[in-house]
T-cell receptor
Framework: EDQVTQSPEALRLQEGESSSLNCSYT??????LFWYRQDPGKGPEFLFT?????EEKEKERLKATLTKKESFLHITAPKPEDSATYLC?????WGYGGSQGNLIFGKGTKLSVKP | EAQVTQNPRYLITVTGKKLTVTCSQN?????MSWYRQDPGLGLRQIYY???????DKGDVPEGYKVSRKEKRNFPLILESPSPNQTSLYFC?????????FGPGTRLLVL
């Protein structure tokens, strides 16, 4: 069964305390993995797309990496404004023209960064 | 400004009263999708559309209908809402690897 599992469910950090969030997946023929950030009551905001094992992408204090079975979102020296729920998602199937088809989301990691 | 809009943002209705939640995007994207988000269950895909007149079921399509007559619009229809459809709904559109979400519609079915 296709599945996406995120851990931990919640993570509390002190400002400046680096850590990593995990997203493990079991899908046949991975065709991409997406990371999103979601603030309370708002729609998810796109962060990264990773397509192949070994790929890495960075944005400010965030770096996403991908292996054949999991992805990590590394947060370096986080700030309180990084507090949010971080979601990962994997497409099942792949439509023509690069569209995503059926998308499965993990349940997310709720990150809290205390000043 | 590139955006996905949804209307209404908040809706309280009663069981069995048909309703439509509209979704519109101004980015000329081919792909659009509807999700519902529930505590403990996360985001689950209801329906998606890869282009005009092309739609397919996601993980939780029961009780919902969609149509895609124009590229920019992708309405979600609840023909006979029930209390278990009380949820937070998001519309999204994408081209390639970037997916843009709308602000959400909070629906309460009494």
């Amino acid at each position: 069964e296709d599945q996406v599992t995120q851990s931990p469910e919640a993570l509390r950090l002190q400002e400046g305390e680096s850590s990593s969030l995990n997203c493990s997946y079991t899908v046949s023929g991975l065709r991409g993995l997406f990371w999103y950030r979601q603030d309370p009551g708002k729609g998810p905001e796109f962060l990264f797309t990773l397509y192949s094992a070994g790929e890495e992408k960075e944005k400010e204090r965030l770096k996403a990496t991908l292996t054949k079975k999991e992805s990590f979102l590394h947060i370096t020296a986080p700030k309180p404004e990084d507090s949010a729920t971080y979601l990962c998602a994997v497409p099942i199937g792949w439509g023509y023209g690069g569209s995503q088809g059926n998308l499965i989301f993990g349940k997310g990691t709720k990150l809290s960064v205390k000043p | 400004e590139a955006q996905v809009t949804q209307n209404p943002r908040y809706l309280i209705t009663v069981t069995g009263k048909k309703l439509t939640v509209t979704c519109s995007q101004n980015m000329n994207h081919e792909y659009m999708s509807w999700y519902r988000q529930d505590p403990g269950l996360g985001l689950r895909q209801i329906y998606y559309s890869m282009n005009v007149e092309v739609t397919d079921k996601g993980d939780v399509p029961e009780g919902y209908k969609v149509s895609r007559k124009e590229k920019r619009n992708f309405p979600l229809i609840l023909e006979s809402p029930s209390p278990n459809q009380t949820s937070l709904y998001f519309c999204a559109s994408s081209s390639g690897g970037t997916q843009y979400f709308g602000p959400g519609t909070r629906l309460l079915v009494l």
